[in-house]
């Protein structure tokens, strides 16, 4: 175990950041959801979207930039459909609501879907397709589908000027001895997050994740985000990276397909009008969907047929080189497994920020959970 | 324009798919249908699943692999879905009729969704998706969907043997004044077809598109169609290529999303199980969805906004070196735009097949169109 990092249970990580949100004025439900969808991320393996925001969320609120106490507006339903003004709020809790609100049309009339719009960061697209499987909330089997836009970062193929976010689509399925299938995916080739940790790093980006100005590949990653925070083009390339050669196209095409289900169909902003600017967060938009199985098929065959086809992905033998064969979302239930038992491994400077952010709420800071002795 | 190349007017090229088809007993609908899908492939610049196709789709009918005079059969039907068994059909008449009723569905209850299973290869799959924004059959505003799993050629992420077709997934919505945004994208890095044209040239392939049977990168396609043809082990990679660097586990991800919306939802074949045995075609499963517009927003405003974003994207400044910034779907509108004023072109050797599937049938070559003088 390195030794700047220490560990937390998911019960005292979310404890705390239910607490700071509290302090903040969020509705009990809503400070719930909004630390629930945090350590979710940090459980899943994806800490960029985990308590790490904290601060950063702390702060949005704080200023007004994201609404505490504002009630989105229904701004149109019918039995399959459900569109929300979330007037500035947190993404997380509105997202969350509108996503059980689809599950319960879906649960009616089959399938239903909802827009959220003037929405803020959701945290992982995941967390909310997966709500369709939480027994919680329906004993129905369902498949669940969540996406949203984000500030644009993202070059067109064959551009120079940033277009679309990450703009993550994510889709869950049911299985039954096995996980469930979970894809949850940015359609750029890479998220930002992964830049800034080659600028940390002083390395060189893979060439094919990045353009510069000219639209030419870049592997500065310092200059490709100097470029992205005062807007003088370039930014990321969309999956399958530069030109068409190896489908560049096709992910191009994905992001702004999440960007109309987003961002168009709910009245919104969208491609290069949402944007990140120093001290304010962008407007972004999602957009949310149910399938009931049973509308297709008996779910009890549905699920055995996903258990034999998830079992032959995950048994298949590995190439020359590599160690296993996976299916999506399968490493993230192995990691919040490994979490539960273990605790959440958190880097000692996150640590220390939720340190300093608990100290300003008056919150005390999550217990550092003693793992094998190994201490940290 | 090059000497082996003929251009044939897309109204003679349609009668004449549809005679041939007639004479195998196709109803006149069906005909219809499967003609239409077969040059809508070439008007869109798509000449893999074009007319080309025609002396295989007429083997395959006189030899009793495709069915030309079963009746599919609904195996479930609710106001919001539909599961079709084709018993074995052509995939284009069962999928369009399919298509439309899912429209009709949708109509009915703003969402609908309908899977064929036990079906053959349908064409492509932005044919059904653009049914959605065809006036004649409705006058709504809709979102079109369309989904097909193949042939397993695909090789999981981290793998060696192919588990997953090209299994396209394609996307349609309207506008007003630009042409409809269609995303029509293989889920594989590239297709089949394109490693063909590799092979015929001797050329070696890009690093990052197949892996041979350790699944390390292959660049030989003779090699790795080889494999493929005798189930050696290796094949196509999916979008997002090797490993995970560029994201080839997102483009994995999606062909399995795909597969399961297709295959195990509709409780057929998926996976490796879908295979091109030489002599047969792999009975394939498809996926169709339509949503209406105006359950979520008032259906002008939103093609409004799309003809400012489809605009906003095809006005960008092209990177340094390229031509032109497009959007999904824009170069085939383009393209299918030329095809109606001069003709669609056809490599000689495939006009010489179409001439010896006429004559076996009886049916009248469609005449070559002379163009500007410059008739070929």
């Known amino acids: 175990m390195m030794t700047d990092e220490v560990r937390v249970t998911q019960e005292a990580l979310k404890a705390f950041c239910r607490q700071v949100f509290r302090t ?30 904290l601060p950063r969320y702390v702060r949005g609120l704080r200023s007004g930039l994201m609404c505490a106490d504002v009630s989105p507006e229904v701004v149109l339903e019918t039995p399959s459909s459900l569109v929300i003004d979330a007037r500035g709020a947190m993404g997380a809790p509105v997202s969350a609501r509108t996503m059980r ?95 800034e940790v080659y600028g940390r790093r002083r390395a060189r980006l893979p060439e094919g994740w990045a353009v510069d100005e000219t639209g030419q590949p870049a592997t500065d990653p310092e200059h490709v985000l100097h470029n992205l925070t005062y807007q003088i083009g370039g930014g990321i390339v969309p999956l399958g990276g530069l030109g068409e050669r190896f489908g560049g196209h096709k992910g191009y095409g994905l992001a702004v397909m999440v960007d109309i289900l987003c961002g168009v169909l709910s009245g919104a902003a969208f491609g290069a009008d949402i944007s990140d600017e120093p001290g ?57 497994a490994a979490c539960r038992r273990d605790g959440i491994p958190l880097p000692r400077k996150v640590y220390d920020q939720l340190m300093e952010t608990g100290a300003a709420c008056d919150v005390p800071l999550p217990a550092v959970r003693t793992v094998g002795g190994a201490n940290c």
Do not use: W
């Open 24 to 53: 903040l004025r969020l509705a009990e439900e809503d400070a719930d959801t909004a630390a629930d969808v945090l350590v979710a991320a940090d459980m899943r393996g994806i800490p960029s979207h985990g308590v790490a925001r």
């Open 101 to 195: 609100q689809v599950i319960t049309k879906a649960r009616e009339v089959g399938a239903a879907f909802g827009c959220v719009r003037d929405s803020n960061h959701f945290g992982i697209a995941g967390y909310y397709a997966m709500l369709a499987l939480d027994p919680a909330l329906t004993e129905m089997d369902m498949i669940g589908l969540a996406m949203t836009n984000t500030a644009a970062l993202g070059v067109p193929t064959f551009g120079r000027d940033p277009m679309f976010g990450t703009n993550p689509l994510a889709f869950a399925a049911p299985a039954d001895e096995e996980r469930a299938f979970v894809l949850d995916m940015a359609t750029t080739v890479v998220t930002r997050g992964k830049v």
């Open 280 to 336: 304010s967060t962008a407007r972004v938009s999602h957009f949310f969907g149910a399938l009931r199985v049973d509308t297709f098929r008996e779910p009890q065959a549905f699920r055995q047929d996903m258990d034999r086809l998830l079992c032959s992905l995950r048994s298949l033998p590995p190439a020359a080189g590599e160690a296993r064969v996976y299916f999506a979302g399968l490493k993230e239930f192995e990691y919040a």
